[in-house]
């Protein structure tokens, strides 16, 4: 029943900004870390930013100085904020939640379906 809907993706030129959000949906009792991954075709995937409920943060080396991650407990949801994008930033994007649902013991991770972004050059 838990399930996680990223939007915000797009086609924006190299040095844009772009924000993606995901939102955590249906009988959940608590989430715990929540972040982002991408994958560029070709390649695995890895991890870009993470978040604790507390708002602690961990970033990829590559972009750190560029994007910036922040949720909304309230709404469970979770944001990327994407600056001075790069071509090499052109991969699909996954949210990820770790999520207790309603009348469940434990934590499990949950992902969404993905949001497209690319950067052109």
């Known amino acids: 029943q838990v399930q996680l809907v990223e939007s915000g993706g797009g086609l924006v030129q190299a040095g844009g900004s772009l924000t993606l959000s995901c939102a955590a949906s249906g009988s959940i009792f608590s989430i715990n870390v929540m972040g982002w991954y991408r994958q560029a075709p070709g390649k695995q995937r890895e991890l870009v930013a993470a978040i604790t409920s507390g708002g602690s943060t961990n970033y990829a080396g590559s972009v750190k100085s560029r994007f910036t991650i922040s949720r909304d407990n309230a709404k469970n949801t979770v944001y990327l904020q994407m600056n001075s994008l790069k071509p090499e930033d052109t991969a699909v994007y996954y949210c990820?939640?770790?999520?207790?649902?309603?009348?469940?013991?434990?934590?499990?991770?949950?992902w969404g379906q993905g949001t497209q972004v690319t950067v052109s050059s």
């Open positions: 990820n939640a770790d999520i207790r649902p309603l009348g469940v013991s434990r934590y499990d991770y949950y």
